[in-house]
Every structure is written in structure tokens, then in C-alpha cells.
């Protein structure tokens, strides 16, 4: 088929062209915005998941929903080597300026004012000058929380006095510290208490919910959380079928390619995009049979272990190799941490090791005394990968 009108995107955090098995958490979005939008309260939300399930396309389609609606919009992917509170700082003063309203951004400026310094910018309109790096702030105890509940709080009472919103859609949070995790929930409890319309969609590992509540007890009540899981098969169907037939309206999967392909996807969004891609490139007519299923599975699992896999691998260090190799060779889904930490001479030992890979994002703890990996799959790549690959 035409390599050019090939629909599936097999992208970091692209938007699939169908985006099936997610009508919960879609609606869930729509309740966030419209209560808010109407000046009714309601938590923001909280999606956490492996790698690969689809957290970031919706937070693409949260960022769609509130500019239907004439929201502002701003997204930041959390990184552990950038000062929170002054990347937060940055996206509020460009929302700012997008609210236009001259009088109401004085207002929220003069708010900031004990919080935002550093390099002054001119706003041409009005000649008002700011800047609006704060990690020069005033470094006492608790400067960080306040900062970023004076900063949230003058942008939903701008939003309000505006007659619009404020959305921050905020990706990998799991790598943000604990003390800005602290202040982001700090902030949120004001804004919520106010019922003014800023809200936050946050995605992460699964690791998150956890470190929000290390945060902050509360923050187990403060957001709606949403753990993303595989898709059902009906889900699966629908995301591996419906794009291609939106271009090639006679394309059909013989029973066995289709069953083969939906096995290798295991219901991951990712999967599907990439073996619906690879599908489509390798069928010469809109009949995708057993044939050209086999030539699919194998063209996907070379791209998912140069795109996905081999990355990760690479940057690991020998004993983080050798911890997952273990945790491989244990099976695929969560296994024993006791039984991995034996190999290295008990739990002491083991600790730096799975605490670094942890903090990396490469496994998790999804019950006490398990470990998994947050890429689905990984542990079929680790047992493939030559043991020379260790060193």
C-alpha cells in the first residue's frame, strides 16, 4: 500500500489517529473543564501509567478540549535537571500576555511581585516591566511552596477576571523533586479552595501517585487519579483496524494476521501504532494476510528495540544491566525483588542498583517486594540481548 498515506504514527507521544479505550478518562477531562469553566470546583487529574499506554496523547487531547473552550494552554515536560518553580514561572508569564486584558495582567504582576525577579522584560503595550526567573528567589524554608501558590493563584484570578481558563498539562512529573511536589500540591489546595478555573493534567510512571502522597498526605484526595492499562481487545481491534480503513475503505485483516498482530501488541497503544505501521508498509494490497503479518511482527520488533529498547539499555550501567537481567530472567511481569537482591548478595547490596533504575525510570515497585520494568516488553528484549552486551 501507499507508504505515504500510511495513517499510524508510532511517535514519542503522538496523537494516534483513533484513540479507542480511553472514553473514561476523554470524559473525565470534559468533567475537569466544564465544572471549572462554570465556576463549580473539581479535582485536577492524575494519569500514570507504563510506557507506551498512550499518557501523553491525552494529554494532547486535554490541551484540545480546553482550547475549544478559549482556555490558555501550557505544557512543560518535567526533566530532574530544570529549577521547577522557575519553568513554571516562565509558562505563566507568557500566559500573561496572551490574556490581553491590560488592566487584569497589572493586577496579577502586581501579585508577583515579592516572588518574580531577574532579567526585565518589556511588555510593549503598557511599557510594564518584569522578569520572571525566580530561581534567584529567597531561598528560606518554604519559599518554593509560596512562590508557586502566590503564582497559580494570581493566574486563576486572572483567568477568572477574564472570563476564561488556565490549563497546565505537565508530563513525566515523576521526575520532578520531592520539595516541588510538595509546592505543586500546596498550590492546587488554594486553587481548588478558591474554585478558580486552573486546573492541571499531569502524566507519569506509576511511580507517581506514590511520591504525590509522600508529598503531601491529602494529595491522595486532591486529584482524580487514572491508572492506564492496556486496552481491552475490543479497544485494540478498533485502534489497529479503524485508521487504515479511513484511508483504504476495502482494507480487511485475514483472521489469523489479525490474531497474530493483536497478540504482538498486547493492547499497548504504542504497539499498535508501531505494528499498524509496520503492517500497512509490507502489504502490497488492502488484504493483510498471515504473510504479511509475519513480515509485519518481524519489521515492529526491529523497530521497537532500535526506538525503544536498545536506548535504554545502552545508558544502563553494568550492575543496572545485570539487575535486569535478573529481573528477566524471573519472568515478565512484577517479580520478587527478595529473589533479584539474592543474586547480589541480599538487599543491601541490591539497594544503590534498583534505587538508581527506579529513579532512571526503568522499573518500579508495584507492591512492596516487587520490582517491574515500565516499558512493556522489556524483559523479552533483556533475555535476547548477547550476554558480550553486558560489558
Not at 518554604?142 to 503564582?151: F, K, Q, T, W
Request: aromatic residues 6%; contains cysteine; glycine residues 10%.
Amino acid at each position: 500500500m501507499d507508504p505515504l498515506l500510511n495513517p499510524f504514527r508510532p511517535g514519542a507521544g503522538t496523537p494516534p489517529p483513533t484513540l479507542a479505550g480511553r472514553e473514561a478518562e476523554i470524559g473525565a477531562i470534559a468533567n475537569l473543564l466544564g465544572r471549572l469553566a462554570a465556576g463549580r470546583g473539581e479535582r485536577s487529574l492524575v494519569l500514570t501509567g507504563l510506557r507506551g499506554v498512550g499518557k501523553t496523547a491525552l494529554l494532547w487531547t486535554a490541551e484540545e478540549a480546553a482550547e475549544d473552550l478559549d482556555w490558555l494552554t501550557m505544557s512543560l515536560e518535567a526533566r530532574s535537571d530544570i529549577d521547577f518553580r522557575s519553568a513554571l514561572a516562565e509558562r505563566a508569564w507568557v500566559i500573561l500576555r496572551q490574556l490581553e486584558h491590560r488592566g487584569a495582567v497589572r493586577e496579577a504582576l502586581a501579585r508577583l511581585a515579592t516572588t518574580i525577579r531577574r532579567v526585565r522584560l518589556q511588555e510593549p503595550a503598557t511599557g510594564l516591566e518584569v522578569s520572571v526567573d525566580l530561581a534567584a528567589a529567597d531561598r528560606r524554608e518554604g519559599a518554593l511552596e509560596a512562590d508557586v501558590i502566590e503564582l497559580f493563584r494570581a493566574l486563576g484570578t486572572t483567568a477568572r477576571e477574564t472570563k476564561t481558563g488556565v490549563l497546565f498539562l505537565l508530563d513525566e512529573l515523576q521526575l520532578v523533586a520531592p520539595e516541588a511536589l510538595e509546592a505543586l500540591c500546596a498550590a492546587m489546595q488554594d486553587v481548588g479552595r478558591r474554585e478558580l478555573p486552573l486546573a492541571v493534567v499531569a502524566a507519569g510512571l506509576p511511580t507517581l501517585r506514590g511520591r504525590l502522597l509522600d508529598a503531601k498526605t491529602y494529595a491522595e484526595r486532591l486529584f482524580g487519579y487514572r491508572e492506564l492499562g492496556p486496552l481491552s481487545d475490543d479497544a485494540a481491534t478498533l485502534a489497529l483496524v479503524e485508521p487504515g480503513r479511513s484511508v483504504e475503505p476495502g482494507l480487511e485483516f485475514e483472521g489469523p494476521a489479525l490474531k497474530a498482530l493483536l497478540a504482538a501488541c498486547q493492547g499497548y497503544p504504542y504497539f499498535i501504532q508501531v505494528y499498524g505501521h509496520a503492517a500497512w508498509q509490507v502489504a502490497a494490497g488492502p488484504t493483510v494476510g498471515a504473510g504479511d503479518a509475519k513480515k509485519a511482527l518481524a519489521l515492529g520488533e526491529r523497530e521497537l528495540e532500535a526506538d525503544l529498547y536498545a536506548g535504554r539499555w545502552d545508558r544502563a550501567s553494568e550492575k543496572a544491566r545485570a539487575y535486569m537481567r535478573e529481573m528477566a530472567r524471573l519472568g515478565d511481569g512484577p517479580v520478587s525483588s527478595g529473589e533479584v537482591a539474592a543474586t547480589f548478595g541480599g538487599h543491601r547490596a541490591a539497594a544503590p542498583t534498583r534505587d538508581r533504575l527506579i529513579d532512571d525510570g526503568l522499573v518500579f515497585s508495584p507492591a512492596r517486594g516487587k520490582v517491574e520494568f515500565t516499558v512493556p516488553g522489556f524483559a523479552h528484549y533483556v533475555r535476547r540481548v548477547p550476554q558480550s552486551a553486558s560489558s
